[in-house]
């Protein structure tokens, strides 16, 4: 036990040195660690500081927000609170939790399967380039991984022995996770599945009362904001940034391939035909894209007609809807670090910020992958100075690795124990989930949250390949003799 402890430091140690280091050398300076959604964020926690009220308005009156859900903000406010409005302290308390992240994976890794696919996945882990860089902005994934890295392993307790404190601490964990991120709460069903069909041999009593207490403890966080949502809007919802996500990227991303116009169009254009059932505040109608964000969608009633007519789209374009998504999976696969989103900031370049990924799905649907990989290459890799294109070069081919390992070693990983098969099926569904939901975003920070899960099936399916080729070598052995 001494050693393993000794092990998961030493591992959380070099995690914490890497990321730290990064922080102190390049993410150093508030506008490298700003992402857009940054300034929302911590307007929020600042709002909260100064005035004790959610909401991203920079002068009064202050609008109650909608497009967010507090825990992060509150993360934000803890640290500005305790060493003052400081991003790069964000920045650093999440290398920190990172780090703990590097601990958890170890523990979920070498609980299912075997010690050396613990150290083999938290190794991984502190070394992945997705998960490095994401800790270095102002965004709530580093928080949202922690979290459902934790609940994971409370629910792999709640699966060993049903005990009340595990299961609740997983509901809980999951609850604060959604909080963090709407998301999350697809993890919960996702468990709520797997603990049922764990529990079906249970009394049916006891089995109602587990899955009970479980949903119970993921309501508790949530019942607050779920309230002050209702008394402020009149309305039951978490946020409604990702029913925005939703009609802005996925609808307008559909009516941009149907009517082969551009996203930015297709946002206008499903804005413009919403407006006439928007309530309260009346919109004017947008032009460019800007203008779309008007205080009239901080009224969730509005975000609910903008999502009715975008469901409208998705219904009306079904095969197109199909195309979008599995384009989005399959780049989610293969996504690298945001070299255009890094390098405009560190290089001050503004041909670095201009935008060249519909032109290069116009070439690769139109079956052009050379002319594809020549733009890419042009505007974006061959300017860059050498440590770029080994840093865009590793994070490609750790990407590659990590998910070629991983399934290629699934049907090995199944074919194993209780419990190997169940934390195998939870982390391709997680991972799964994580990828396709997101649809064409096409931001590495959605890819970076399914990381966790990939590098766990893919240390366990080595581990598990290593330990047949081992069991074989000595049987042989002892058949040759």
Known sequence: MARKIATATLIALLALIIRCAVTLTWFNQRERIFAPDSYGYERLAINLIEHGAFSQSAIPPLVPDTHRTPLYPLFIL?????????????VISQDIIDTISTILIYAIASSASTHAAGVLASIAYAIAPLPIFQCQRMLSETLFVFLTLAAVLAGLKALARFRTGAIAACGLLLGLATLTRPIGIGIWLIWLVALAVAARRLAFSTWLQAMGKFALSFLLPIAPWLIRNFIAFKMLFLCTGHHLAFAYYN???????????????AQVQLFNQSINDFKGMRPFKAERANDIWQPAVQDPRNVAALVRHARDVIKRYPIEAISVHTEGFAQYMFMT???RDVLAKFAGSEEHSKPIRERMMKLLRDGKVGAAISTAWNERLHQLPLVAKLLWLYSLLFALLVEGVALSSVKVCIRRGNTVRTVCLLCMSMALYL???PG???EPR????????LIILASIGISNIAEGKRKGAMQQSAISR
């Not at 609808?251 to 169009?265: D, P, T, Y």
């Open 78 to 90: 803890a640290v500005y609170r305790a060493v003052g409005e400081y991003p790069t302290a964000v």
């Open 251 to 265: 609808a307008a991303a559909v009516l941009s391939r149907a009517k082969g116009i551009s996203l930015e169009q």
């Open 337 to 339: 670090l945001p070299i």
């Open 435 to 437: 990828l396709l939901s």
């Open 440 to 442: 064409p975003q096409l």
């Open 446 to 453: 959605f890819r970076a949250i399914a990381e966790p899960w």
